[in-house]
């Protein structure tokens, strides 16, 4: 496999011709945890929309896996390799948790391939195999972010796109939401993160990119970033 599973060069994207993304260009290593920080509004939610085919790039060039996917129609896009979990989780609440994971790979004609991927899944987050034929509303809202998950790996995806995983969880959760990043990458897995929650990506993340107004304005090693106090004034709001 390449070394660069995402390539991003000079993207530029909007809404009804107002463009919110401008010249963005990045790059996402296998196996590593990328992290896209930025403030409210910065455009770190389009910026993944438009990677994913949900927003039409107007400009440049996205390729995965050297295989250009620009424009490429969002539902097509799990069977090249990338999979994006949208803030906000989007789950089937009146359908049961093993309802909605398969949901994650309806495209999957073979059955065993399907229970296989189940099984790794639950293997992952033990608490959806507790309660697997419960409705997924009765899910908490960290439960119901790793259903989320947990739905966008039975697409056995290369890369995973996650936006705010740790919106709205008490502090305990983002926690064992992280833990579950990193163990997602120690088993191969390529991750873009999209956080507001600054200071808890960068601990994750071996790479970040700061976007501010729909562009990218800084870039660097995680570890470096966080060290950087005119960062962690601006995007972490404290020193
Ligand atoms: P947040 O953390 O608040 O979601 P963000 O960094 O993800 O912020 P975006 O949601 O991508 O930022 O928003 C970037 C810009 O695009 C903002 O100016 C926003 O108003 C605009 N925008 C977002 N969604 C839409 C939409 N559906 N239609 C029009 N403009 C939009």
Redesign the pocket.
Known sequence: MPDTVLDVQNLSAG??G?R?LHDISLKVKKGRVVAVL?T????????LRALSGLIAAEQGIIRLMQREITNIPAHKLPAAGMVHVP?GRHIFGTMTIRENLELGAFTVADARTRHERIDKVFEIFPILAERQGQDAHYLSGGQQQMLAIGRGLMAAPTLLLLD?PSMGLAPIMVKEIMVIIDRLRESGITILL?E?NSRVALRHADYGYL?EL?RIVREGCAAELARDDSIVRTYLGEV
Do not use: D, P, R
Request: charged share 15%.
């Open positions: 809404y009804g107002i919110v930025g409210n509004g910065a455009g770190k939610t389009s910026l803030e705010e999209v507001q976007l729909g």
